[in-house]
């Protein structure tokens, strides 16, 4: 299947920083990339659709001047989350679609701790 | 989207196979079934999808209900590496813009 990398696998960092984290296509290209996070013990939950060279759809409840997403390329789309809290540790994962299938492929996730 | 019914959690014995049920009775008939599976810390794995044929990988196979509201995945020689979270879902083709919505899955633990 087509692979979708993230980076960093995991970060640590002091409250009120901001952390970005990377998401790639890596064999195809993708007009269109999910974000999603999970609670410990939790499923996914999507936040927002990043659209190629337009603005990320954002779900209800998540904050889009918290959670800054750029999908400059077709292969890479970032979550930048900014000042980040304790309350923001969890794991990110991202998720692409090749146009050519009718599914998507999922990132190994990034695992975000605020201390 | 419709939403889909899954048992919490399941047990198999190592080299039996492995049968999760998923009820979808308001799937729609654009919609897909898709499987995707989650080990512990790490990403969801794709494992098949149907729209409402019967599917075969080299994973799993997909039985779709001749009415669409129901199926069943097989992974027919379960390993101890098949322990996760199988999701059931639901949905439009995502490369139309549809993300696929997570349920709570049904957690299957296989045993030696």
Redesign the interface.
């Known amino acids: 299947?087509a692979v979708?990398s993230?980076h960093p696998s995991w970060v640590i960092c002091k409250s009120g920083t901001s952390v970005k984290i990377e998401c790639r296509s890596l064999d195809f290209q993708a007009t269109?990339m999910?974000w999603?996070r999970q609670f410990p013990k939790q499923?996914?939950?999507?936040m927002a659709?990043s659209n190629e060279g337009s603005k990320a759809t954002y779900e209800q409840g998540v904050e889009k001047d918290k959670f800054l997403i750029n999908h400059a390329s077709l292969t890479l789309s970032t979550l930048t989350v900014t000042s980040a809290h304790p309350e923001d540790s969890s794991?990110y994962?991202c998720?692409a679609?090749?146009?050519?299938?009718?599914?998507?492929?999922?990132?190994?996730?990034t695992?975000l701790t605020v201390l | 989207d419709a939403k889909t019914t899954q048992p919490t959690s399941m047990d198999c014995a190592e080299g039996r196979a492995a049968n999760l049920p998923c009820n979808h009775s308001t799937i729609s008939g654009n919609e897909y079934v898709y499987w995707y599976r989650q080990i512990h810390s790490q990403g969801p794995q794709y494992i098949i999808h149907g729209l409402k044929n019967n599917e075969t990988n080299e994973m799993a196979s997909l039985i779709i209900t001749e009415d669409r509201k129901s199926s069943t995945l097989i992974l027919p020689h379960a390993t101890l590496r098949d322990t996760a979270v199988y999701y059931c879902i639901v949905n439009r083709p995502p490369n139309s813009g549809y993300a696929l919505n997570f349920g709570k899955g049904t957690s299957l633990l296989v045993t030696p």
Do not use: A, E, K, N
Request: hydrophobic content about 30%; overall charge neutral.
């Open positions: 299947g979708v993230q269109t999910f999603y499923s996914l939950m999507l659709t794991f994962i998720s679609p090749p146009t050519s299938t009718d599914t998507q492929y999922f990132g190994p996730g695992r």
